[in-house]
């Protein structure tokens, strides 16, 4: 069976499905594929930054989105010494003043039906094994289906795969192994204490990392620890035992106590190496969390898989129109992408490896505390609101030596 389309979409994630969205607005005959079946689950910490929401904006999702999940007004952040800064979700521009948590399962599948209805064809179950190569382009994908095998053939290919990186690997396009951080999360029914605040805590977690409590309701949330593993570092045993030790803190530990784990309690892996990351070939583009678009001092990384969804459209919508050449898409996309994220993410890495130590965290907490323009930048940089390099401005790092 062969299915030809001007754009072919792998993976209806985030990424994918607001990709599909935008081309099939534009009028451009859009193909979207993934191995599941949808609605689908999918491991994640489940937050929407304003930034996230700024981009479901653009999608006309932005209502629907924030009536289905938990608005989350302001955030909680325990220091290494187990103690809190507290802080509304600060302005930046014309963004939202929150945050929204929705679980995947719900997010993914309401972009998905969004791009349909702008007339995107979305086929579910349908894997893909290998790219199609025409000489040195890629050309499509070929595919596993419940019907048989399948060709799809395509003048733009797009991988949206997430984290995997297994067709760039068999095609030979992998230049090195993709750096990774690890967590894991679980569903928590009748936890006590639940706000309209999301949680994050740097005690009994490896840094750099964090443990969270992201509220779902009004009586449960996704909690669940991350890490990121630097070169030289000592890898944790695994994400699972990471959790265990979070939830068996002081802190934590009567509020689990007390609760029941909806679903079961599942790792992910968090690719975070877009810096070094090649993002594009003749005829394919890679986007989102694929491109290793995961912050790496936050773990966030639905808002990058929707911004750089943006990027491509506009890019493939004038290649499009152009009949631009593989090659020439290729170098525009890639130029684009590295002027949006590139500075930011190698910024949001020296930020990373500057404050996390438990006595420069616990020192920050203290200025959090005593000056609010310190505690507001804090928010911002780890929101993704303003350039990661304030937190390390000379006026940020006075204030931290005060203390």
């Known amino acids: 069976m062969s299915q030809p389309a001007e754009v072919l979409i ?3 994630g985030p990424a994918g499905s607001a990709l599909a969205y935008f081309l099939a607005q534009a009028g451009r005959d859009v193909l979207l594929i993934d191995k599941a079946e949808f609605p689908r689950d ?3 910490g489940d937050g929407l930054t304003p930034r996230a929401l700024g981009v479901l ?14 608005r989350i007004a302001g955030i909680h952040l325990f220091t290494p010494d187990g103690r809190c800064v507290s802080s509304p979700i600060p302005p930046h521009g014309d963004l939202p003043r929150h945050v929204v948590v929705l679980p995947r399962y719900q997010l993914d599948d309401a972009l998905r039906a969004h791009a349909v209805a702008a ?7 349908v894997e893909a094994l290998e790219l199609l190569r025409d000489g040195d382009t890629v ?16 003048r733009q290919t797009v991988l949206a795969t997430g984290a995997a990186a297994g067709l760039l690997d068999k095609a030979g396009l992998l230049a090195a192994a993709p750096q990774y951080g690890r967590a894991a ?12 605040y999301i949680e994050f805590h740097l005690e009994s977690v490896p840094l750099p990392g964090y443990g969270w409590v992201f509220p779902i309701s009004a009586t449960a949330a996704n909690v669940g620890a991350g890490y990121f593993v630097r070169p030289g570092q ?7 035992r990471v959790l265990d030790e979070f939830i068996a803190n002081p802190l934590m530990k ?6 029941r784990v909806v679903g079961a309690i599942k790792g992910y892996p968090l690719r975070f190496d877009f810096p070094t990351t090649r993002l594009a070939y003749p005829g394919l583009v890679v986007i989102g969390e694929a491109a290793g678009l995961v912050n790496p001092l936050t773990g966030e990384g639905i808002d990058y898989a929707l911004e750089s969804a943006e990027v491509a459209a506009q890019v493939l919508i004038a290649a499009l129109q152009a009949d631009s050449s593989p090659s020439q898409t290729e170098t525009r996309y890639t130029t684009q992408m590295r002027a949006r994220f590139q500075k930011a993410f190698l910024t949001i890495g020296q930020v990373r490896d500057f404050y996390f130590k438990p006595w420069l965290l616990n020192r920050a907490g203290r200025a959090a505390r005593r000056h609010p323009d310190f505690c507001a930048t804090l928010v911002n940089v780890c929101l993704g609101n303003v350039d990661p390099g304030q937190g390390l401005s000379p006026k940020m790092i006075w204030q931290l030596v005060r203390g």
């Open 10 to 12: 792998i993976g209806a």
């Open 42 to 44: 999918k491991t994640c």
């Open 57 to 70: 904006r653009h999608l006309g999702l932005l209502e629907r989105i924030t009536d289905l999940g938990c």
């Open 119 to 125: 007339g995107a064809r979305f086929l579910g179950q």
């Open 139 to 154: 050309a499509g994908a070929h595919a596993k289906s419940p019907t048989g095998p399948v060709t799809l053939r395509a």
């Open 185 to 196: 999360r679980g569903y928590y029914e009748g936890l006590g204490q639940v706000s309209d």
């Open 234 to 240: 000592a890898r944790p045993s695994s994400p699972r």
């Open 254 to 259: 009567e509020r689990v106590a007390r609760a």
